[in-house]
């Protein structure tokens, strides 16, 4: 039988703003929360690693300790959910914290923080991988010096040839997918559809009332924010996953300025599956599995993105096997990762 796990009981200690309750109740909170983050992380991830990540966000954006403690923690578990660890150099999700903010007379003032999931390109991409109907996906900015052509309709056509010196400035943004059954889909945007959609965006409102635009995602990273406008609009005439499409909706939640509730995500409850329940459903003539393919893949791992790639290939290994994958993977995420 499946063990239910009910998170009803702890909304009474999670409604405090985390400054007010203090980093020693956020964490001694997260930490009691270490069987949900279990019931919903992939296997290569651990529950302490991501707790680990979660509290070092609210050490390096301080910010987020005016959010509370349960939207803190929703935030934390939609992540898991996605199976992405945010605020690290992978750059696959960031927690921000947005300010809610109302007119009062003829002055805007914060009405409340919240914590907004901010899906970065990589994240993205990661998601569509793994879904395991796209063989490959990738996005691209088209510049004013490139030769680019393209048509829709029954002679579909995509070409796309980069300068090699001066490019110039941006004209276009492209996302293109090779599916798994055979073909390809794409999806064009100028530049100009990639500004509207800047300038209705939140975080560029927020960032043009502070005249702070340079500092913004938009304003720093112009370039792979349009990649992922793009790809977004690429995922809805795909055949994505549950998290993949998920993950989209957050971020269109984000851009549109709408809340994502993620102080609603402990009101559900969680599944966590009890030992055995799933041997039924095991395949009578599996092969064997062999790990060495996959401790060669961590082994030769150059980047980041490289040994993500490999730990999605053990996330289901039998347990005989998967400690010391895990291991191998631990070890060789140490080496890449830049010391702190």
Request: aromatic share 6%; charged share 25%.
């Amino acid at each position: 039988m499946s063990q239910t796990t009910s998170l009803a009981d702890l909304k009474k200690t999670s409604k405090m703003v985390a400054s007010q309750a203090g980093i020693g109740q956020v964490k001694a909170f997260m930490e009691s929360q270490k069987a949900t983050l279990a019931a919903v992380l992939p296997r290569h991830v651990s529950p302490d690693r991501m707790l680990k990540i979660a509290l070092g966000a609210l050490r390096t954006t301080p910010k987020l300790m005016g959010c509370t403690v349960e939207s803190l923690m929703g935030a934390v578990v939609q992540c898991s959910q996605l199976g992405l660890e945010p605020n690290t150099p992978l750059g696959h999700a960031y927690l921000i914290p947005f300010e809610k903010r109302k007119k009062q007379g003829n002055e805007w003032v914060t009405d409340k923080i919240e914590v907004q999931i901010v899906l970065g390109y990589r994240g993205l991409i990661d998601l569509a991988r793994r879904s395991g109907q796209i063989v490959s996906i990738a996005a691209q900015a088209v510049y004013e010096n490139d030769h680019f052509e393209y048509a829709y309709g029954l002679d579909e056509k995509l070409e796309h040839r980069p300068a090699m010196g001066e490019r110039g400035a941006i004209i276009a943004f492209y996302a293109v997918a090779k599916l798994a059954g055979g073909g390809h889909a794409f999806e064009v945007m100028s530049d100009a559809d990639v500004t509207r959609i800047r300038d209705a965006s939140q975080g560029w409102q927020q960032a043009v009332r502070a005249k702070k635009q340079d500092t913004s995602p938009w304003g720093a990273h112009y370039a792979e924010m349009g990649r992922k406008t793009v790809l977004r609009r690429l995922f809805k005439y795909l055949p994505v996953s549950i998290e993949l499409a998920n993950a989209a909706s957050l971020d269109e939640l984000n851009a549109r300025g709408e809340s994502q509730a993620l102080d609603n995500v402990l009101e559900g409850d969680y599944i966590t599956p009890a030992p055995g329940d799933d041997a039924d459903d095991a395949p009578v003539n599996a092969p064997a599995f062999d790990p060495a393919p996959i401790l060669q893949m961590i082994a030769a791992a150059a980047d980041i993105d490289a040994l993500a790639l490999a730990g999605e290939a053990f996330r289901d290994a039998p347990d005989e096997h998967y400690d010391a994958l895990k291991k191998a993977y631990d070890n060789r995420r140490a080496e890449l990762e830049p010391a702190a």
